[in-house]
């Protein structure tokens, strides 16, 4: 049975920054994930070049049943405080629209700055390593690992969410918590387009590649369940040959 201070389970964009940060911190840090490749979905995202966050990022950019949980994150970590690291690697990038920062040159830029944060917390990283049971005891956690056995009294969940499964996405994080009793909110799809019967959409087919800024709002409207979170935001609307896309939808 191994032992570490804390044990992460999932090597995404914040599996690693956690990872590395603790480890900066002193605390002895073992990272698994089950996927072979780092990070894809870091890799894949902004179209090859890694939208990483937005200076205009503020509570009011958030729909949460606790606003202040955004609040108190925001405030103790803001886009400066990550921007100020990358060029402390030296990484270049730009604003392209409304805010939003991408890399310059590839989002593995951006992998590579957390594989050596975590490098510099000496983070100890088994990848693929498959968790195969978690079992809550007295001091803290034990993982059966598909490389052995593991305790820890710090355990981390950073497996994300269901989308894009060819790249490792998957319910596992959401699985245990179901097995741990925690209070699931049910999930439903969300980054998904609007489309439309073809006979409505004919008129604006034409339009198909179009983009053009708009102001959306969310919630409360006619017919919307009781208790449902409100909105408004600004974001561009992509017309295609089917209905609406793009990051406002």
């Not at 990484?91 to 944060?117: A, N, T, W, Y």
């Not at 409207?221 to 406002?248: Q, W």
Request: charged content about 20%; proline content about 6%.
């Amino acid at each position: 049975m191994e032992n570490f201070d804390a044990v992460i389970v999932g090597a995404g964009a914040a599996g690693l920054f956690c990872a590395g940060m603790a480890g900066q911190r002193g605390v002895r840090v073992l990272l698994l994930d089950h996927a072979t490749a780092v990070a894809e979905k870091i890799r894949i995202s902004g179209g090859g070049r890694c939208n990483f966050t937005n200076l205009g990022a503020s509570p009011a950019n958030f729909l949460s049943d606790n606003p202040h949980f955004c609040r108190s994150a925001l405030a103790r970590y803001r886009p400066s405080d990550f921007t100020d690291l990358l060029r402390r690697h030296g990484v270049s990038f730009h604003e392209k629209h409304l805010g939003q920062l991408f890399c310059d040159h590839s989002s593995q830029d951006i992998i590579d700055v957390l594989l050596r944060e975590c490098a510099a917390g000496q983070v100890t990283r088994r990848q693929p390593c498959s968790v195969l049971a978690v079992q809550r005891v007295t001091k803290g956690f034990e993982l059966t690992t598909s490389a052995g056995p593991v305790h820890t009294p710090q355990l981390v969940i950073a497996t994300g969410g269901l989308p894009i499964p060819q790249i490792g996405a998957s319910d596992w994080g959401l699985r245990l918590a179901r097995d741990w009793g925690l209070k699931i909110i049910e999930t439903r799809p969300a980054l998904v387009p609007l489309t439309f019967a073809s006979s409505e959409w004919a008129p604006l087919v034409e339009l198909s590649g179009l983009s053009l800024p708009a102001r959306l709002t969310c919630g409360g409207g006619k017919g919307a369940p009781k208790g449902a979170l409100k909105g408004e935001f600004l974001e561009d609307v992509l017309f295609t040959h089917r209905g609406l896309s793009g990051p406002g939808t």
